[in-house]
């Protein structure tokens, strides 16, 4: 087992924060296709166990406060519809971004539940124990000076889970499309950074000056479990989101340095936030590459 941090001695409130986890199952097991929602419970109940208050100020978060972005590796078959299998000799990738102002408080449970007191995430049909625990973090500050060191910079953004941008009540996006994308990380943006750093940016100012350009061979949309919820009878509902997944390079347009250097840093703070909605349920799970 190994644990790394870095710049954890920060004040609580003044971090964004990145977790990558190595998890090993200690059994072959199946969960669903969509584990994000599985993964996320189970991390919830990691946190509520070792600090109820913190728990409950992640499960009611509106803006998401802990970004999941459900297991990533090799998985076999499994006879149960809906399902894949982990492999006990195999290591799965778990990706935690925290975006809120009790980021510390997020952080130490995590911690100290899964590296001091536990190292176990229990999922209904087994159990992962944590191999690797690392975490790095920096403010909006420093994201806003890094952007501003790119020269004329296109981004390339992986989505590698579904990403579920909710345009207006009940009508998702399902294609990478800068206004949509871009508009969704302004709102994460300017709902965690201090006021001095919110951007004042328009939809119509982000379609104007920047350009997508997606890798259709990668492209692919999908309907994703998010939510389970008892019904009136006592039963039990499943709530589905939908959403796309692949490659898209942004690149701009005539822009102003000012919008240039805005756009680049909402789109490496994409890693932190996650894009779209249910982020903590493993939807708009991001990887960012900035080139000049």
Known sequence: MT???SNDLQQPGSTIRQVKMKLSPQSRFAVPQSDGYSVYSALLNVV???NADVGATVHDSPLGALRCSGLRGVFAESDRAHH???IPDREYVLSLGIVHADDME???ALLKGLVIEGEIIELSHGKLRVTEFESMNTTHDELLAEASNHDDP???MQFRTATCIEEVEDVTTMFPHRGAVFSSLLSKWNRSAPAELEFDLSQKEIQANVIEKPDTTSYQTHSVLV????TESNGTQNLFNQGFSGECVYAFKQASEAITNAITTLAM???YSGVGSNVARGCGDISVEVDN
């Open 3 to 5: 644990a790394t941090t």
């Open 48 to 50: 509520s166990t070792i």
């Open 84 to 86: 894949k299998t982990l």
């Open 106 to 108: 997020i952080f130490q």
């Open 154 to 156: 296109q981004l390339q």
């Open 227 to 230: 939510n389970r919820v008892q």
């Open 269 to 271: 703070f994409a890693e």
